[in-house]
Structures are given as structure tokens and as C-alpha cells.
């Protein structure tokens, strides 16, 4: 369907009120009327634009991707040379974003997840593409960190990169529960301390210098 200016603006509206309202209130709480008050539009645009609740959730779904991966993608660690800083400074700037409401730092996809796995599988299947395909971006620079300095124990780029984003989503729920970002920085210091201790940079580095002398 080829959309005009008015109408696509109309549809792009909807989708940051959706995304805004559900991570206010959950997706179950959330109605189309809610939707549509946060947008300033009526049911017929709604209507117009998405057949129910859930195709509208799936779509937003996407944006939030969509808008996720642009901020991920320009933000000023991806201009660092080094691989292990990259991803340390990937975790700083994760707790950078613990900023306003509650609402406006936790995630769309791990809101959603909790609600709908047993009963929605096409969100539930979204959500899980979201996550893990935002994991998956960390994944070149940890495998390069592994490479390029010696790592502990017996795991994979994959199991760090899905980790880094359970201590995420997990820091999120402590913050609903207490009201506040502070636990959420706490477990990303953590986060930061764990993922520093899986490599032997210092021991590289002292290698290097000694071959270098």
C-alpha cells in the first residue's frame, strides 16, 4: 500500500505512541485507545493503518529496532580501534542511557516478552529477534577481543554477547521493582568488571612490551 505524506506520518505517530504507552503500561494494559489519545488520532486512523492490537505491537516491534540500531550504530564507540575497548565502552554507554523515566530507559522488547511468551508467539518470536539481534552486533568485536588477547574459560562470542543482554534486561526488572535506575547501574558496573576479567589484556600487553625490549 503506498501511503501519502499525511498518512505515513499518521502511521510513524502511532508507532512512537505505541512504543511509548507500552513500555508505560505493558502491552496487556495497553488499549488501542490509549494508542490513539498518545498519537492525537482517532480509531479510524488506527484502523487504517493496522488490523489490531497485536499487528500494530509487532510493528512497533520493528521500529523500535529500526530506531535502536541507528542510535547503536552511529554511537562513539564504534569509533574506538580496539576491540575489548569497544565493547567496555558498548557497556558504558548502556548506563549513559539510564536517564528519565523508568519508561523511557527499559526496553520495548524485554516489556513485551514477559507478557506475551506464552500466549502471543508471533510477539514472543519478535521480541527474541530483537534481542538477540541486537546481541549479535557485539558479537565481531568479542570474537576480535578473543583473538587479540587471551580470554578465560571455555565460552563463545555468542554466549557473551546474549549475556551482556540478560544482565540488561535483567537490570531493567530491578529498576521497575525499586523505582529507579540505581540497581540497573550497579549491575551494569558489574557487567563492565566481569566482562574485563574474561581477558588477559594486561598480560598481552606485557608480553608485547618485553618482545619489543
Given amino acids: 500500500m503506498q501511503l501519502t505524506q499525511n498518512q505515513h506520518e499518521s502511521k510513524n505517530r502511532l508507532l512512537k505512541a505505541a512504543v511509548r504507552v507500552i513500555r508505560e503500561k505493558g502491552y496487556q494494559a495497553t488499549r488501542v485507545e490509549d494508542v490513539c489519545a498518545a498519537a492525537g ?21 520493528e521500529h523500535w529496532n529500526e530506531v535502536t540500531g541507528a542510535l547503536f550504530a552511529s554511537a562513539p564507540y564504534r569509533a574506538l ?17 539510564l536517564r528519565g523515566t523508568l519508561a523511557e530507559f527499559t526496553c520495548l522488547a524485554g516489556t513485551m516478552v514477559q507478557e506475551v511468551y506464552a500466549t502471543h508467539p508471533l510477539l514472543r518470536e519478535a521480541c527474541e529477534q530483537s534481542i538477540s539481534g541486537h546481541a549479535a552486533t557485539l558479537e565481531p568485536d568479542i570474537a576480535a577481543a578473543m583473538k587479540k588477547y587471551i580470554a578465560h574459560g571455555n565460552w563463545t562470542p555468542l554466549s557473551l554477547a ?3 543482554q540478560a544482565v540488561l534486561q535483567g537490570a531493567f526488572i530491578l529498576a521497575k521493582a525499586r523505582g529507579g535506575p540505581e540497581v540497573a547501574e550497579m ?15 594486561n598480560d598481552v600487553l606485557e608480553q608485547s612490551q618485553g618482545w619489543a625490549t
Fill in 81 to 97: 580501534e580496539d576491540p575489548l575497548d569497544r565493547l567496555l565502552a558498548y557497556i558504558d554507554f548502556r548506563k549513559s542511557l
Fill in 187 to 201: 549491575m551494569i558496573d558489574h557487567l563492565r568488571r566481569y566482562v574485563e576479567l574474561l581477558f588477559h589484556r
Fill in 162 to 164: 546474549l549475556y551482556t
Fill in 41 to 61: 488520532l482517532t480509531k479510524g486512523s488506527f484502523f487504517y493503518h493496522f488490523k489490531s492490537k497485536e499487528e500494530l505491537a509487532l510493528t512497533a516491534a
